[in-house]
Structures are given as structure tokens and as C-alpha cells.
């Protein structure tokens, strides 16, 4: 059972460069999650998302996309790259228990 | 405004007992959670509290109470290994799950 894989590991874009940041999740979850984890400090709520074609905006969406086809993948897109986005990316699901789990993280530079 | 205020470090030695508490801010909560996260790693789940009281897991337990805004966690019988960052969380409604900045636990031997 993988859980939530997140996919790539690592990542550097050049400033104004866009990409696409992957989740998947094989637990049948409702709710996904996306969130960013600068060094040394608290996770912050990107964009979540409680079922297929429905997501919402979290704490700081901006400069951020997202989209829910299907229930299993819920993908991140970074639109014109900024070193402001330098971060930690976590996605998580959840059954709706208010118990996340989550993937091993995106690391992701931007010079 | 939605905000989980945590003390941003704490130190104890191994074998005792610690309390980090998180008081929070937000207009319709359901519930309070604990994550625990190793440098390098991931958060993994601890601990939930949906309605006021304790809840006892192994050597972690967690308190809630909703009309002080308040909870906590405690770890008892301390080891290295739980030198980590601890994190609450709370469900704000329609499954929007935020985080407060953590609590960064050194364990002395």
C-alpha cells in the first residue's frame, strides 16, 4: 500500500519558469491537501480539495493552481516561478477522520 | 481570523514529562490534532480530539477544551527519539484543516 506519493523529490526552476507538481494518493480519500513548509517554520495551506472537480482556496493560494479529476490525483501547478516559492511542498489525504497522512514532500528551488 | 498559537521551543530530559499546549483562534472548529515531524521527514499523525477531555495513546496523550480555545500534548517517559517538531492542527469546517507554526522538542539525555 503506497499511500500518498508525491513525485519529483526534488526540483530547481529558473525564475518564471512554471511546473507541475504531482500527488497521488491509493487510499480511496475524499480529501486532498497541498501544503508548503518554509525551513523551520509551520505548514501552510495551499489548496485542498474534498472530493472530484471540487477544490478550494487555502491560506495562501496565490501563484498556485490546482485541479481534481479523479479522486486519486490531485496535481499543483506553479505558474511564472518566484524565489518566494522556494519551499517544502507536502500533499495529504484524508478520509475525513481529521486524520491526514501525507507524502514524503517536494523539495523545490527557485534561483 | 483562523491561527493555532504553539510555544516555539521546549527542552526536557529523558524520562520526564512534557506539555506543549496550543491555544487557538477561529470561527467554527472541529477539532484539535497532533503531528509529529522529524527534521527530513514528513508529519505523521499523533493524536485527535474532537470534544473536550483526554486522549490517552501509548505515551502520548492530548487534552482539549473548547471553551478555554485551548489543548495540549504530553509526552511522558521521554526518549531521544522524540526530539522532533510537534505540530496542532485544527479542522476549521469543510474539512479545511490548518496548522499551527510547531513546538520544537529537544530531548537531553
Known amino acids: 500500500n503506497a499511500g500518498v506519493t508525491q513525485t519529483p523529490k526534488f526540483r530547481i526552476l529558473k525564475i518564471g519558469q512554471s511546473m507541475t507538481l504531482q500527488c497521488t494518493q491509493d487510499?480511496?480519500?475524499?480529501?486532498m491537501y497541498w501544503y508548503r513548509q518554509d525551513p523551520g517554520m509551520g505548514l501552510k495551506l495551499i489548496y485542498y480539495?474534498?472530493?472530484?472537480?471540487?477544490?478550494d482556496k487555502g491560506e495562501v493560494p496565490n501563484g498556485y493552481n490546482v485541479s481534481r479529476s479523479t479522486t486519486e490525483d490531485f496535481p499543483l501547478r506553479l505558474e511564472l516561478a518566484a524565489p518566494s516559492q522556494t519551499s517544502v511542498y507536502f500533499c495529504?489525504?484524508?478520509?475525513?477522520?481529521?486524520?491526514?497522512?501525507f507524502g514524503a514532500g517536494s523539495r523545490l528551488t527557485v534561483l | 481570523g483562523q491561527s493555532l498559537e504553539q510555544p516555539s521551543e521546549v527542552t526536557a530530559v529523558e524520562g520526564a514529562i512534557v506539555q506543549i499546549n496550543c491555544t487557538y483562534q477561529?470561527?467554527?472548529?472541529?477539532?484539535l490534532s497532533w503531528y509529529q515531524q522529524h527534521d527530513g521527514g514528513a508529519p505523521t499523525f499523533l493524536s485527535y480530539?474532537?470534544?473536550?477531555g483526554l486522549e490517552e495513546t501509548g505515551r502520548f496523550s492530548s487534552f482539549l477544551s473548547r471553551s478555554d480555545s485551548y489543548g495540549y500534548l504530553l509526552l511522558q517517559e521521554l526518549q531521544m527519539k522524540d526530539s522532533a517538531s510537534y505540530f496542532c492542527?485544527?479542522?476549521?469546517?469543510?474539512?479545511?484543516?490548518?496548522f499551527g507554526a510547531g513546538t520544537r522538542l529537544f530531548v537531553k539525555a
Open positions: 495529504a489525504s484524508s478520509s475525513g477522520a481529521n486524520v491526514l497522512t
Open positions: 487510499m480511496n480519500h475524499n480529501y
Open positions: 480539495s474534498v472530493g472530484a472537480g471540487i477544490t
Open positions: 477561529t470561527s467554527g472548529f472541529y477539532g
Open positions: 480530539n474532537a470534544l473536550d
Open positions: 492542527a485544527g479542522n476549521t469546517g469543510g474539512f479545511k484543516t490548518i
